[in-house]
């Protein structure tokens, strides 16, 4: 693999994905107590410290442990592999597309680590706008797999608008 501008932003990428990710959640683990609740503005946007034994929103928390090392660590892994792979062969994404693939294996990779190191995925981030309008209980490593995702999708329309 050869070490270009293109690699490094993808590397570069990861890495403070990863790195923002991990630091937030180690600072949450010290500071904000197990299973409290604090208001960031008003009940609109709350801390929190919650352990996501699960995937998105707990699904999976109740598998067993085999299911769970397939599903929660080696099959996410592999399929990270394949997309860091597809990144840096696929020499024809955008700068925009490298940024939102290279956000989703860094956020996967933050909560993949989290999972193998504790058990368990830290998540803290709550937004209530109303009953209705509401998230999960999220981290930061989540929120740029999201973000990753909606760029994607906005390429992919805005690509298929020049068509």
């Not at 994905?17 to 946007?45: N, W």
């Amino acid at each position: 693999m050869k070490l270009t501008r293109r690699t490094l932003f993808i590397f570069a990428t990861i890495i403070v994905t990863v790195a923002v990710d991990q630091i937030s959640k180690v600072l949450v683990r010290t500071y904000v107590e197990a299973g409290s609740s604090s208001p960031i503005i008003g009940d609109y946007f709350r801390l929190l410290n919650v352990e996501n034994e699960g995937a998105f929103l707990g699904m999976g928390s109740d598998l067993n442990d085999t299911l769970k090392l397939i599903l929660l660590l080696i099959l996410p892994v592999v399929v990270l592999a394949f997309v860091l792979r597809h990144v840096l062969q696929d020499k024809s994404l955008d700068r925009w597309s490298l940024f939102a693939f290279a956000s989703i294996i860094g956020g996967g990779i933050a909560n993949v680590y989290d999972r193998f190191a504790y058990g368990s995925v830290t998540d803290f981030l709550y937004i209530r706008l109303t009953d209705t309008l509401r998230t999960g209980i999220f981290n930061l490593a989540d929120l740029s797999v999201t973000t990753g995702m909606i760029i994607l999708v906005v390429m992919m329309l805005k690509n298929k608008k020049k068509e």
